[in-house]
């Protein structure tokens, strides 16, 4: 069993709609949350970063984990052509201080956003 | 205020030969992680360093790779004596302390 699994889509959405990205993971031990995004030839750009379970929203995107589940969530409200991109969970054990703290992806989510 | 600045943006080496990924970490990070991204698959964890010292390698090949961070200078990602199966995306991300990591555009190396 990987450590990180994500859905590879592609998920073909129309504009405006509601989109839902998850992962699941399998390590009790992380504690940090995060999501990239990136376009094609670009490096992975961060949205959103969470500590252990909850909600966190910023703008448009809403980030959820669920620590009980082993389950997180991205949700990105009235989506926009130009979200069309490749997006990563990412997860760590220790703090980003920590040397425990490199990061476990996901393989990514291929979201295209139609006009 | 600069991204996390990477070089070449694409390099071609023959196989055998040796390739060299440098890295600009942003403005006052101090720490550097080392990632690989092989077609299809998820961004890998390789190497994490601090200024002069490596803190954790675990991820790292133990035959032909080595990494380091100069008190001056980016950080080097060498690879000696490369194989067809070096070819990949290679990004480095940096952070400050108890920050996220942010990652550059990657080095997008081939062999030939």
């Known amino acids: 069993q990987k450590e990180v699994e994500q859905d590879p889509g592609p998920l073909s959405v129309p504009e405006g709609a509601i989109v839902s990205l998850n992962c699941t993971y399998s390590n009790s031990a992380f504690q940090y949350f995060m999501w990239y995004r990136q376009y094609s030839r670009k490096g992975p750009e961060l949205l959103m970063y969470?500590?252990?379970?909850g909600n966190k929203e910023d703008g448009r995107f809403t980030a959820q984990v669920d620590k009980s589940s082993k389950y997180i969530s991205l949700f990105i409200r009235d989506s926009q052509p130009s979200d069309s991109a490749t997006y990563l969970c990412a997860m760590s054990v220790g703090s980003y201080g920590g040397s425990q703290g490199n990061l476990i992806f996901g393989k990514g989510t291929k979201l295209s956003v139609k006009p | 205020n600069a991204g996390v600045m990477q070089n070449p943006r694409h390099l071609v080496r023959r196989r055998g030969q040796e390739a060299r990924l440098r890295c600009s970490p942003m403005k006052g990070h101090s720490h550097v992680y080392w990632y690989r991204q092989l077609p299809e698959e998820g961004l890998k964890f390789m190497v994490y360093l601090q200024k002069e010292n490596i803190i954790d390698e675990s991820g790292m090949p133990k035959e032909r790779f080595s990494a380091e961070f100069p008190k001056e200078g980016p950080s080097i990602l060498r690879i000696q004596q490369v194989v067809r199966g070096d070819s990949a995306a290679y990004f480095c991300a940096s952070r400050e302390s108890n920050q996220p990591q942010h990652f550059g555009d990657g080095t997008r190396l081939s062999i030939l």
């Open positions: 969470t500590y252990s379970s």
